[in-house]
């Protein structure tokens, strides 16, 4: 049996090292099979050899070839624009792992390979303003991860394929100025599409409604379309009247006559009919005057009911859920800091707030949190805390107190509290647009409205400079968050990001911080202790969910959002990790890496290497001071930035 075992492992070391030498030449291969087909491309297109003359085989084909990048020694990008390139594109098939290929404004011709399936990881597609002749191919369908796609300005004709409908990833899709016929298909699936264009070529038919919502500079230049945006096609006309015949007239219509009530009706000269006019309107007025006075007077009366009864209000919802009694028995104090709202004197004590009619907003790891509208119409958000430690009633007002003088734009203000032995509360200003966790990862399905670049910008400096102003304001304090993350950033009724829930987990007893779901920094799970520093990672968390429009997972005590970016921003992928909704914006690659590099000095693994949040504001504002244009030109895109490329 013995020397049956060694035969066996023998067999299977051999086997094992022949196929990783397999795996090493082939690997070798490959990249002397790229090697081989830009040479091949460039003896058919740089007809005068004066172009591609970096292109050699002394040469290192990742570091010295004009218009060629890389990723681990194979061709990942190829752009050559405006070169006076000739001849056809077969031999680039051969770039098994090509993401961007860009050979816009030559003068290529032949017609596009009819087998495709080599670029299936390919991503940019920009052959515009050649001269391509012969039919797009169905095999077009097997490019999936296909964004943006440009064949504009040649000579293909044929149909558009019905095959394109796969491309659910489609970004892009220019098509103009060539010599396409036939119908257009649906292309139902493309519901990301957002610049398209099929004008000036030979398309005839009725535009798919599917398609309808591009407008007509779309679709002009193709005198067989038509249907909205366009002219309503002929067939669908309706017929024209026939004529009348020698022997029958048509009556004329009658002058048109606006309706008028003949109370309202311009007085004759009659003295009677005017005072009759004016009975008429003065009963009228009566009427109505004695509706409404009724009318709100019942409003009032219910108003006066609701107000005067708690059975439904703030309070007694309270009541349900204590196990200390009700309120009734309780001290009926509210105090308030910094001046109330706003900076505005309080309006309400704490009789209003409990018999103000009352929704549950969520339960979080630090307490119920509830939407109240006052008898005023006035609302706020209060906060039921849970959990808190048995600090002295003189320990907790200090604290309160030091979070109530802060007053910053981007902080949700706090207004007032309320202190029992047994029971506290917080009232803050009620943020009527929600979350920037709603907001990112709501209704992700059909129909959702893309979150654009500027909103979201906009949003982290504003979070940056309210988490900056609690670190800076606190002083000697030295005040944390302690539990940052998407649901505790808020817009205001202008949009504007707002922190919440500032400094309380120095409020919560320890086993309520090992609750808390803000993004944790690796430090914490060793010392269970919040801080600054560890605000700064969680800080590089949420702007990753920004630019991912992924939300963190917790995975053995770690968010993997982090890890997950790092790996893809390793292999030099970085397109990969952004939101797709950002990739129809134009001239935004620069502040997205930008607003990535940020990130990722945030969750640096030692604390001492992270930024402070002074600098990550600066940093946030340098990156915004550029434009950002929220419109997409697939002509230009890529020309000036090839970052999206991987």
């Known amino acids: 049996m013995k020397p049956l075992v060694v035969v066996v492992v023998v067999v299977v070391v051999a086997l094992a090292a022949a196929v990783a030498v397999a795996l090493e030449v082939g690997g070798d291969l490959g990249a002397q099979q790229e090697v081989e087909a830009l040479l091949a491309f460039k003896q058919s297109a740089d007809w005068n050899g004066g172009r591609l003359r970096s292109w050699g085989r002394g040469s290192n084909l990742c570091t010295q070839w004009v218009g060629v990048s890389c990723v681990k020694g194979r061709v990942s990008k190829l752009v050559l624009e405006d070169y006076d390139l000739v001849g056809g594109i077969d031999s680039l098939l051969r770039l098994r792992s090509l993401r961007l290929l860009s050979l816009k404004n030559n003068a290529l011709n032949g017609s596009i390979p009819p087998d495709l399936t080599n670029w299936r990881n390919v991503k940019f597609v920009f052959l515009g303003g050649n001269h391509l002749s012969g039919s797009i191919p169905r095999s077009i369908s097997q490019l999936a991860h296909l964004w943006r ?252 107190e030091l979070i109530g003088r802060m007053r910053s734009p981007h902080l949700v203000q706090l207004q007032a509290y309320y202190y029992a032995k047994d029971e506290k509360l917080l009232v803050y ?93 690796p430090e914490h799970w060793e010392t269970r202790r919040i801080s600054q520093k560890g605000d700064v990672y969680s800080f590089g968390v949420l702007l990753l969910e920004i630019l991912t429009g992924k939300a963190p997972v917790q995975r053995d005590g770690v968010h993997d959002l982090p890890r997950w970016v790092q790996s893809v921003v390793r292999e030099e992928w970085t397109a990969e990790v952004f939101d797709l909704e950002l990739m129809r914006y134009r001239d935004i690659e620069e502040e997205m890496v930008g607003l990535l590099q940020t990130a990722m000095a945030c969750v640096a693994h030692s604390p001492d290497a992270r930024p402070k949040m002074s600098q990550v504001v600066r940093m946030i504002e340098e990156i915004r001071g550029n434009a950002s244009p929220e419109s997409f030109d697939s002509q230009s895109q890529l020309s000036s930035s090839q970052s999206e490329g991987a």
């Not at 599917?210 to 230049?221: C, D, I, K, Q, W």
């Not at 004695?290 to 219910?302: A, D, E, L, P």
């Not at 018999?355 to 790891?365: P, Q």
């Not at 966790?437 to 940056?464: C, E, F, K, Q």
Request: glycine share 10%; proline share 7%; hydrophobic share 35%.
């Open 149 to 400: 796609l440009d064949l504009s300005n040649n000579r293909l004709s044929g149909p558009v394929p019905s095959s394109m409908d796969a491309l659910t990833n489609l970004l892009t899709l220019r098509l103009e100025g060539n010599e396409l016929s036939s119908a257009l298909p649906p292309l139902a699936h493309l519901t990301m599409l957002n610049d398209f264009n099929v004008s000036a070529n030979q398309l005839r038919g009725t535009i798919p409604k599917t398609l309808e919502r591009f407008n007509a500079s779309t679709f002009a230049g193709n005198a067989g379309l038509c249907g909205s945006p366009l002219p309503r096609c002929a067939s669908i006309l309706e017929p024209p009247s026939p004529a009348p015949s020698p022997d029958h007239t048509i009556d004329p219509p009658p002058p048109f006559r606006a309706y008028v009530p003949s109370s309202l009706a311009m007085p004759s000269h009659s003295n009677d009919t005017s005072m009759g006019d004016a009975v008429v309107l003065v009963l009228m007025t009566s009427m109505f005057l004695v509706y409404y006075w009724r009318r709100s007077g019942r409003r009032g009366r219910k108003f006066e009911d609701r107000s005067s009864s708690s059975a439904s209000g703030f309070g007694s919802q309270l009541d349900q859920q204590s196990k200390h009694g009700t309120y009734a028995s309780k001290p009926r104090t509210l105090v308030f800091v910094g001046g109330g709202g706003s900076g505005q004197a309080p309006s309400f004590d704490l009789e209003h707030l409990l018999r103000a009619s009352a929704e549950m907003l969520g339960k979080g790891s630090l307490g119920s949190a509830y939407k109240a509208m006052l008898v005023d119409g006035y609302v706020v958000a209060v906060k039921r805390l849970k959990d808190v430690t048995s600090t002295s009633r003189k320990d907790f007002e200090q604290h309160i």
């Open 429 to 521: 200003d009620y943020m009527p647009n929600g979350s920037l966790h709603s907001l990112l990862h709501g209704n992700r399905g059909p129909g959702r409205v893309p979150v654009d670049w500027t909103t979201r910008i906009n949003i982290a400096l504003g979070a940056a400079r309210g988490l900056a102003y609690i670190h800076q304001e606190s002083g000697s304090h030295k005040i944390p968050h302690g539990n940052i993350k998407s649901s505790n950033v808020f817009l205001d009724r202008n949009g504007v990001a707002r922190i919440g829930d500032f400094g309380l987990a120095l409020l919560m007893n320890s086993a309520a911080c090992s609750r808390l779901v803000g993004y944790r920094a």
